[in-house]
């Protein structure tokens, strides 16, 4: 295989190639290492001579997530980009979810094109928020995961509380597959559980190059590490004994997490993460349309868009639209079917995000994420297809906590004003909640993150000549109602009760304290928790 990739022969089959891949997300609260870990496994995939030279923090202003003008002024993240490694004979499809605090439904809808999640986690502040929230979705996906406690070189928690709190806040039993030679902040090496070998780290000047290791049965590892080889080993049995140890079903089976202890600055266990995606990370495997019947990865070519970036390249107003491809061979310059329109799509120009730039792809298999240029035709959720029409479910909606009205700085261009919050809708960019009451000129936009705002008010302005002003509403709590209960809801104080274009009716309540007053006093109002589905 080549390093980029691609395959020797275009002729690879679609299920061979299938069984070679990885496609995972990594879910982390901002801080927590997530670019240092990206690039820690690219160094050890060989995909760049050396860290730092993708998603660097120096660098990140240039690098190629950073295509809109607002990324770069705050050198954050904000599209979903994909980085693909190989690594044993195996490509890895990292799919990228932006890590900034004010984080949107991109983040999530990511998740819906994953195979697998590594967790990233602070040693020293354990499960945070948005781990939280990300890993929800995982959880109702039922997506595996894989824990990864890092910064493990850092004064820190002790492991074994640290396991206790991943089983208690995510219903998850942790499977260590090593544990930590040396408390949190002396990191020495790890106990590899099932071999009962010990993996000593040797740091290297900067990180910037694949950490040496050496590997000692238990009686060096002893004499070598003194009391805290012994510690470890004693913990582990521990571990044994309480059931603790690796098990494949149920891992897949979104039961239980292995966890890997690392320090990714230092590049230490970040070749155990690499092995562990190839060797249990399950492959893309067939994927069911609408009517729940799986469409096998060797059906003819498939996939569907998971997001959407307009205005990466401001000379041309390009739209990529993200493809994650669900079955077959899909070859550049494929006549494509786009199932909600059954409109032709030409794949003439295709992308591949990679490091510093964009490669042009010339074949891609499940599992792959390619980017479709000049994608104006298609729509987020959309399905194509070759030969054997298909049509996958569509993509989740998530609960909104942030909630806007908008309204035309100049009424006089309504028309830019409506088509612009219409495309921003499809899109997927925010979501858009009418009323009666509201009436077309003012809707309420709503997002799970701030930034979408920021994103739509740039986007009304520059692209659709119909700048806005966004009146923030105090309402934090979106809970879906039924008609029926519609009309009481709205009587109550400080509730509305606004409908989505999916036809859903939200009841929009200002903290979840209100929300249980108003279940208080309308026991029989429906009010379901939005949960990505
Ligand atoms: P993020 O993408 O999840 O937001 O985190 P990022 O990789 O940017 O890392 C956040 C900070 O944590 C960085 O420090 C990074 O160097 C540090 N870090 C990441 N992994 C480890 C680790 O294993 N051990 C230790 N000790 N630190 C780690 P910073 O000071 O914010 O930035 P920088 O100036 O070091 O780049």
């Given at each position: 295989?080549r390093p980029?990739?691609?395959?020797?022969?275009?002729h690879?089959?679609?299920?061979?190639?299938?069984?070679?891949?990885?496609?995972?997300?990594?879910?982390?609260?901002?801080?927590?290492?997530?670019?240092t870990?990206?690039?820690?496994?690219?160094?050890?995939?060989?995909?760049?001579?050396?860290?730092?030279?993708?998603?660097?923090?120096?660098?990140?202003?240039?690098?190629?997530?950073?295509?809109?003008?607002?990324?770069?002024?705050?050198?954050?993240?904000?599209?979903?980009?994909?980085?693909?490694?190989?690594?044993?004979?195996?490509?890895?499809?990292?799919?990228?979810?932006?890590?900034?605090?004010?984080?949107?439904?991109?983040?999530?809808?990511?998740?819906?094109?994953?195979?697998?999640?590594?967790?990233?986690?602070?040693?020293?502040?354990?499960?945070?928020?948005?781990?939280?929230?990300?890993?929800?979705?995982?959880?109702?996906?039922?997506?595996?995961?894989?824990?990864?406690?890092?910064?493990w070189?850092?004064?820190?928690?002790?492991?074994?509380?640290?396991?206790?709190?991943?089983?208690r806040?995510?219903?998850?039993?942790?499977?260590?597959?090593?544990?930590?030679?040396?408390?949190?902040?002396?990191?020495?090496?790890?106990?590899?559980?099932?071999?009962?070998?010990?993996?000593?780290?040797?740091?290297?000047?900067?990180?910037?190059?694949?950490?040496?290791?050496?590997?000692?049965?238990?009686?060096?590892?002893?004499?070598?590490?003194?009391?805290?080889?012994?510690?470890?080993?004693?913990e582990?049995?521990?571990?044994?004994?309480?059931?603790?140890?690796?098990?494949?079903?149920?891992f897949?089976a979104?039961?239980?997490?292995?966890?890997?202890?690392?320090?990714?600055?230092?590049?230490?266990?970040?070749?155990?993460?690499?092995?562990?995606?190839?060797?249990?990370?399950?492959?893309?495997?067939?994927?069911?349309?609408?009517?729940?019947?799986?469409?096998?990865?060797?059906?003819?070519f498939?996939?569907?868009?998971?997001?959407?970036?307009?205005?990466?390249?401001?000379?041309?107003?390009?739209?990529?639209?993200?493809?994650?491809?669900c079955?077959?061979?899909?070859?550049?310059?494929?006549?494509?079917?786009?199932?909600r329109?059954?409109?032709p799509?030409?794949?003439?120009?295709?992308?591949?995000?990679f490091?510093?730039?964009?490669?042009?792809?010339?074949?891609?298999?499940?599992?792959?994420?390619?980017?479709?240029?000049?994608?104006?035709?298609?729509?987020?959720?959309?399905?194509i297809?070759?030969?054997?029409?298909?049509?996958?479910?569509?993509?989740?909606?998530?609960?909104?906590?942030?909630?806007?009205?908008?309204?035309?700085?100049?009424?006089?261009?309504?028309?830019?004003?409506?088509?612009?919050?219409?495309?921003l809708?499809?899109?997927?960019?925010?979501?858009?909640?009418?009323?009666?009451?509201?009436?077309?000129?003012?809707?309420?936009?709503?997002?799970?993150?701030?930034?979408q705002?920021?994103?739509?008010?740039?986007?009304?302005?520059?692209?659709?000549?119909?700048?806005?002003?966004?009146?923030?509403?105090?309402?934090?709590?979106?809970?879906?109602?039924?008609?029926?209960?519609?009309?009481?809801?709205?009587?109550?104080?400080?509730?509305?009760?606004?409908?989505?274009?999916?036809?859903?009716?939200?009841?929009?309540f200002?903290?979840?304290?209100?929300?249980?007053?108003?279940?208080?006093?309308?026991?029989?109002?429906?009010?379901?928790?939005?949960?990505?589905?």
């Open positions: 295989m980029d990739g691609q395959e020797p022969t275009p690879t089959d679609a299920s061979t190639a299938a069984r070679r891949r990885r496609t995972f997300a990594v879910i982390s609260h901002p801080d927590a290492g997530k670019s870990l990206t690039e820690a496994l690219a160094l050890h995939a060989q995909a760049i001579g050396e860290a730092g030279h993708i998603n660097g923090k120096s660098g990140r202003r240039h690098t190629v997530s950073d295509w809109m003008s607002m990324e770069q002024a705050r050198g954050i993240s904000i599209t979903s980009a994909s980085l693909q490694l190989t690594y044993r004979d195996t490509v890895l499809n990292l799919l990228d979810t932006p890590g900034h605090a004010d984080f949107s439904e991109d983040t999530y809808r990511v998740l819906a094109a994953v195979d697998a999640a590594v967790m990233l986690i602070d040693a020293a502040k354990g499960l945070e928020e948005q781990t939280m929230k990300l890993f929800a979705v995982c959880k109702h996906r039922g997506i595996p995961i894989i824990t990864v406690v890092n910064k070189d850092r004064p820190g928690r002790e492991p074994l509380a640290l396991m206790d709190e991943i089983a806040r995510t219903g998850l039993t942790p499977t260590p597959l090593t544990w930590p030679v040396g408390i949190a902040g002396d990191f020495r090496g790890v106990l590899e559980r099932d071999t009962a070998s010990y993996v000593g780290f040797s740091a290297t000047a900067g990180g910037a190059h694949v950490a040496p290791e050496v590997r000692l049965a238990p009686e060096a590892a002893a004499e070598r590490e003194g009391e805290a080889w012994t510690t470890c080993a004693e582990s049995d521990l571990l044994a004994a309480s059931g603790a140890d690796h098990d494949q079903e149920a897949l979104g039961v239980s997490t292995p966890v890997l202890f690392a320090a990714a600055v230092k590049n230490f266990g970040v070749g155990r993460l690499l092995d562990t995606l190839v060797d249990l990370a399950p492959p893309p495997g067939p994927r069911e349309d609408r009517s729940g019947r799986p469409r096998p990865v060797d059906a003819p498939s996939g569907y868009v998971f997001k959407l970036q307009t205005g990466m390249d401001t000379a041309h107003r390009d739209r990529m639209a993200f493809v994650r491809v079955s077959g061979v899909f070859r550049r310059g494929t006549v494509v079917t786009i199932a329109t059954g409109k799509f030409a794949t003439k120009y295709v992308q591949r995000t490091g510093q730039g964009r490669d042009v792809v010339e074949t891609a298999y499940p599992g792959d994420v390619v980017g479709l240029v000049n994608a104006s035709a298609l729509q987020i959720g959309d399905s297809y070759t030969d054997e029409p298909v049509e996958f479910p569509p993509l989740p909606t998530f609960a909104p906590e942030h909630f806007a009205v908008a309204r035309a700085k100049d009424v006089g261009r309504y028309k830019q004003f409506r088509r612009g919050i219409t495309q809708e499809a899109e997927g960019v925010v979501q858009v909640l009418r009323s009666d009451l509201r009436g077309d000129q003012a809707p309420v936009l709503a997002a799970v993150g701030p930034m705002f920021e994103v739509a008010e740039h986007r009304m302005a520059d692209e659709f000549g119909s700048p806005v002003d966004l009146e923030r509403l105090a309402y934090t709590v979106a809970r879906r109602t039924d008609r029926e209960s519609a009309s009481d809801l709205s009587a109550e104080r400080g509730v509305e009760v606004l409908q989505r274009a999916d036809g859903d009716l939200l009841a929009l200002p903290d979840e304290w209100r929300v249980r007053s108003v279940q208080r006093s309308l026991p029989d109002a429906e009010l379901e928790s939005l949960v990505a589905t």
